[in-house]
Each structure stands twice: as structure tokens, then as C-alpha cells.
């Protein structure tokens, strides 16, 4: 009785796990913001700074001309300063992060109900029908789908493995179902974090551009004195709220769809959850 333990201990050894990591790059995750500060920058400085769009244009160009006198409410949007290429980084970044992260997690989502998918599984497991669980798994191509299957390859492993009592195998199951669930997981959470501290930084890059256009609108009346000063006064402010009004849009913005997000994934996570309980139940109940 004492060398069968050893037996059964090599047995597990030798079972290793069928889950494989996925490599995929995460070039995006830098390129983005790049390409967004360079559009940012290209929208601000060649589209709402085209010298078309002044009556007082500055015709020796560079970095940041001073144009005057802008002739629609957008184009005013360019004397907010050189924050606004910033925040439309931001914004620029928030959208393309909206993007990939829709089609990922729409891909992880799978396709049907993810309820009415494991109520499936559950029944044939039920019926001792692991293949048809799986075709199941197939049709399901989700995150949720791609666990379960997972685990039900190790499932059909250990009904033919006669060296495991039915607490190792149970085991067995659920450590696969374990290391699946750290593979999909990751992939589900990430580039989130742009959401998320964009949410923080536009808000407060809206602030800051707007306090340096009051700085200068100050400036300006006290340099001018009389009533042109108080016109010129609150030209300086309204155009300086064009920062605080995209910092505050481009951080609504990212808040929700953030919280969309967050809870679509927390949906998917609970699928996986109850996926692995389903298969550790099932086969302690079926494989006493």
C-alpha cells in the first residue's frame, strides 16, 4: 500500500496542463499615445490654427502663431492655448482605447447567453456527454467558452485515469480551469488603465489650461487699462474655458465607457467562476 502513493504522485506530475499562453503584442498600448499627440497637435495647429480661419492672421507661422480674431465658435477652441493639443490627445487616446477595447471584450464576450451556455454544459455533463460539452465550448468562441473547454479536457482526462483517487482528479480540474482563468483574465483588463487615468488627467490638464489663459487674460487687462481691458478680459476667459469644457467632456467620456467595461468584464469573470464550479461539481457527484 505505501509504493502506491508515489505511483499515483508521478501520475499527476505527468499530467501536465493543456492551456497554452497566448503571445500576443500590446504595440498599441504605446503607439497610441504617440499617434495621438501627433494628431492632437496636427487638428490644433492645422485645422483649427489655418490662417483662413482668422481675420487677423499671424502669417510668420511656427509652433504656435498668434492668430486674432477667430471667425467661428470652434476655431476659438486654438486660443485656448497650447493645452488644447494635449486634451485632444487625451481625447483621441480615450476613443482609440474605447475601440480596442469594445472589439476585445465583444470578442470575449462570445456569441448566445452565457447562462443558457453553461445550463447546456451542465446537461450534458448530466448526460456523461464530455464531447458534446465541448462542441458546446466551440460554438460559444468566448472567453468563458475558451475556459470551460479547458477544463473539460482535463475532465475526460481523469474519467479514464484509474491511479487518482476522485479528490485529486476534482483537483486536477480545477487547477486547469485555474491557470485558464489567469491566461483570459489579463487579456480582458487590459489597456483599462488608460481609461482610468485619463479620466484623473484630463480633468485636471482642463483646469491648468484654463488658469493659464485667466494668467494672461489678467495680464492682458492689466497692461491695457480701461474698458478694452474688461472686453479683452472676458474674450481671454470664455476662451479659456474651452479647456476646462474638453477636459471635462474627454473624462465623462472615459469614466463610462470605463464603467461599461469594468461591468461587461465582471460578467464574463462570474461565467468563468461558475464554469469551474460546474465542472468540479459534476464530476464529484458523477465520479464518486
Known sequence: MAETRPVAT?????????????KKSNAISWLAPVVCIVAGYIIWRFILGDKSNFTNPDLSGGFWPKHKGPKGGLVRMYDGGIIVPLLLAT??????????RLMTITKATGTGN??????????HLANKNVDQAISECDRQRGSVGNVMKAGLRKYKEMISNTELDTEQKVLAIQKEVEEATALELPMLEKNLVFLSTIASVATLLGLLGTVLGMITSFAAMGSEGGGGAAAELSKGISEALYNTALGIGTSAISIIMYNIFTTKIDQITYGIDE??????????????
Not at 499530467?15 to 499562453?21: A, E, G, L
Not at 481625447?91 to 480596442?100: A, S, Y
Not at 464554469?275 to 464518486?288: E, N, P, V
Request: aromatic content about 14%; overall charge positive.
Open 275 to 288: 464554469s469551474g464550479f460546474t465542472l468540479t461539481q459534476s464530476f464529484a457527484s458523477l465520479y464518486k
Open 114 to 123: 452565457i447562462a443558457e451556455f453553461i445550463r447546456k454544459v451542465q446537461y
Open 10 to 22: 508521478a501520475t499527476a506530475a505527468k499530467s501536465s496542463t493543456s492551456v497554452q499562453p497566448k
Open 91 to 100: 481625447f483621441l487616446t480615450v476613443i482609440t482605447f474605447v475601440i480596442e
